[in-house]
T-cell receptor
Framework: ETGVTQSPTHLIKTRGQQVTLRCSSQ?????VSWYQQALGQGPQFIFQ???????GRGNFPPRFSGLQFPNYSSELNVNALELDDSALYLC??????????FGQGTRLTVV | ELKVEQNPLFLSMQEGKNYTIYCNYS?????LYWYRQDPGKSLESLFV?????AVKQEGRLMASLDTKARLSTLHITAAVHDLSATYFC?????????????FGSGTQLTVLP
C-alpha cells in the first residue's frame, strides 16, 4: 500500500473535451509528479509540482496543465483532448530528493 | 537528452532458468530504479540503486549498478511463473529544479511452465 491514490480509475472522453485527473499524495510527501504511459511504452514525465508551483516539465504541450493544493494533493488537466492522449496517467509523490511512490493510475480513453 | 535503453524488449523463458535484463543510460546519474508492472496495473518499486557497485537482492531478483559503464542489470534466478510481468528501469535526473524519472521501454517477461 503506497498511500498515493488517484481518481477516477477509468474514464472515457470524446476528442476535443477537457478532463481533470486527481491525485492524493502519500502522507508527508510535498512533491507530486505526473507521468503518461501509452500502451506498450514506458512512462513519460509530464511535470512536477513542489509547494504549489510547477518546478519542471517534460516535452508536453501547454494544454497539459496542473495544480497542487496546500495539502499537497494535485490535479492534472488536459484540454482539447486528442486520440493520442489515450493512456495510463500515473501520479507519483515523494519528498524533494526522495524515492517516488506511484498511485494505481487513471486509464483515459479518448474516442 | 537522457536516453535509457533496455534489452531485451521481450523475453520468454522456462521456469527454473536464469536470465539477465540490461539497462543502459546515456548520461551520469546518481540513482537508478527497477520497477515491475503487471498488466493494467501501476508500477511496483523493486530496487533503488544509489552508488557505483551497488547490488540488491530480493528473492529471485538481483539488481546491480555500474555507473562508470552506465549500465544496470536485473538478474533472474530460477524463474517462476509469478515473475511474469513487464520490468522497467528508470534513471533519476533533473529537469529545471525537478527530479524526474526517465524510463526504458520495458522488458516484457513471460515465464513458461
Amino acid at each position: 500500500e503506497t498511500g498515493v491514490t488517484q481518481s477516477p480509475t477509468h474514464l472515457i472522453k470524446t476528442r476535443g473535451q477537457q478532463v481533470t485527473l486527481r491525485c492524493s499524495s502519500q502522507s508527508g510527501h510535498n512533491t507530486v509528479s505526473w507521468y503518461q504511459q501509452a500502451l506498450g511504452q514506458g512512462p513519460q514525465f509530464i511535470f512536477q509540482y513542489y509547494r504549489e508551483e510547477e518546478n519542471g516539465r517534460g516535452n508536453f504541450p501547454p494544454r497539459f496543465s496542473g495544480l497542487q493544493f496546500p495539502n499537497y494533493s494535485s490535479e492534472l488537466n488536459v484540454n482539447a483532448l486528442e486520440l493520442d492522449d489515450s493512456a495510463l496517467y500515473l501520479c507519483a509523490s515523494s519528498l524533494v530528493a526522495g524515492s517516488a511512490f506511484f498511485g494505481q493510475g487513471t486509464r483515459l480513453t479518448v474516442v | 537528452e537522457l536516453k535509457v535503453e533496455q534489452n531485451p524488449l521481450f523475453l520468454s523463458m522456462q521456469e527454473g532458468k536464469n536470465y539477465t535484463i540490461y539497462c543502459n543510460y546515456s548520461t551520469t546519474s546518481d540513482r537508478l530504479y527497477w520497477y515491475r508492472q503487471d498488466p493494467g496495473k501501476s508500477l511496483e518499486s523493486l530496487f533503488v540503486l544509489l552508488s557505483n557497485g551497488a547490488v540488491k537482492q530480493e528473492g529471485r531478483l538481483m539488481a546491480s549498478l555500474d555507473t562508470k559503464a552506465r549500465l544496470s542489470t536485473l538478474h533472474i534466478t530460477a524463474a517462476v511463473h509469478d515473475l511474469s510481468a513487464t520490468y522497467f528501469c528508470a534513471v533519476d535526473s533533473t529537469s529545471g529544479s525537478a527530479r524526474q524519472l526517465t524510463f526504458g521501454s520495458g522488458t516484457q517477461l513471460t515465464v513458461l511452465p
